[in-house]
């Protein structure tokens, strides 16, 4: 079975530092994601420097499908060894997977990567290897449906050193968290972010290191289809009905003219809840047989502001869904659940919105940003126009 390749990263800033010494790379080639953490030595601006180029050579050269020996080859003898520590300026972790589950980890001088599985958190078998006379480790991985690994910079294991831990996060207290904090829905981005944000508890706010949790994780395909707006000419609306309820997946329909449309075509009633979770946001509507039913443009541009926190690698707070309000549901159910998506966008002057300050190119450039942050998130998205 091909499965949805899920990846997603939260920095933490060592404290004083406007650059990060911690760099994630991800590139997705074929069949193949290839996800890069390099952590270079040391913090600002440096450290970045260093971080860059690594990651960006081993993505580059692992997505293009040179072979994996020869990557490392090149990477280590292009970077300089510090003098005084006698270490490598940058050590790396690389996952290289291809959709059946099937792939390589390879690690240099970082933690070891952990996998996440049913519920566990395992360390994987690990087998050592030299190359340039360096100790690189290969696991040859295997994973299946909901499997999780979690990678990290060494910031993750100094979490609280001198503060809330002597001696800094052990790895099994880190295991025994991931046990007690990771759902099964969790998607990497939240995985990656509650980790995160974990030891930004621990340093009490202020990292006394660059702190990087990259997350990749196997998930089942999940499609899901939008139905956003009436179309062009009213006698489409029976056509473009039938398309949209005939896709496999849930169903989404945004705006009170649209909700009204498919209820009609599917000899079915619209209610509306008289809740207001959030009263910037109007409230939900329920259609048998839709899966979610929302107000249109108003929620949307919420959405597509949840969609930038979502995406911001420095934010641990963004990536939790726990509102009831139609845009928080909405946001959950195509950042965290799905993983292909299909829009309806209908371009006719909506009568529901006469004497508005809202037009159909408002609603079209909304839907085009949100399209291109979903594909940010790696999901596959078309959009229709009629």
């Known amino acids: ?180 904090s990771v759902k099964r829905g969790m998607s990497a981005r939240s995985i990656s972010a509650t980790l995160a944000g974990e030891c930004n508890e621990l340093y009490m706010n202020e990292p006394g290191d660059d702190t990087t949790v990259l997350a990749v994780k196997v998930k089942k395909p999940e499609p899901t289809a939008v139905f956003v707006g009436p179309p062009m000419h009213k006698s489409d609306d029976k056509a473009y009905v039938a398309e949209f309820m005939a896709l496999p997946g849930k169903k989404v329909v945004c705006g009170g003219t649209s909700s009204q449309i498919v209820a009609r075509e599917l000899g079915k009633e619209v209610t509306t809840s008289f809740d207001f979770p959030d009263r910037d946001v109007p409230p939900i509507g329920y259609i048998d047989g839709i899966d979610l039913t929302t107000e249109g443009v108003i929620t949307i541009r919420r959405v597509l502001e949840l969609s930038e926190r979502y995406l911001d690698p420095w934010d641990v707070g963004g990536k939790s869904f726990t509102k009831r309000d139609g845009a928080t549901l909405l946001s959950k159910l195509l950042f965290e659940d799905s993983t292909e998506l299909e829009f309806f966008v209908g371009q006719s002057v909506n009568e529901a919105h006469k004497g508005l300050p809202i037009e159909t190119t408002m609603k079209l450039k909304l839907i085009d940003k949100l399209a291109e942050n979903l594909k940010k998130m790696g999901k596959s998205v078309k959009i229709r126009y009629y």
């Open 1 to 180: 079975m091909n499965y949805f390749i899920d990846n997603g990263y939260t920095s933490l800033n060592k404290k004083g530092e406007e650059l990060c010494g911690d760099r994630v790379e991800c590139r997705t080639n074929g069949d193949y994601l290839t996800a890069v953490l390099c952590d270079g030595m040391g913090s600002g601006v440096k450290a970045n420097i260093l971080a860059t180029l690594s990651s960006k050579i081993l993505c580059t050269m692992l997505s293009a499908g040179v072979p994996l020996r020869d990557c490392i080859e090149t990477l280590i003898a292009s970077l300089p060894v510090c003098k005084v520590r006698n270490v490598a300026y940058a050590t790396f972790s690389v996952c290289h997977i291809k959709r059946d589950g099937t792939g390589e980890l390879l690690e240099f001088d970082n933690p070891g990567a952990i996998l996440l599985r049913d519920g566990d958190a395992l360390d994987f078998s690990r087998t050592k290897t030299e190359i340039c006379g360096k100790t690189v480790y290969i696991t040859e991985l295997a994973l299946k449906e909901n499997d999780a690994i979690v990678i990290t910079s060494d910031g993750v294991e100094h979490a609280g050193i001198g503060m809330l831990m002597n001696f800094g996060w052990e790895r099994n207290q880190i295991k025994d968290y991931l046990r007690r």
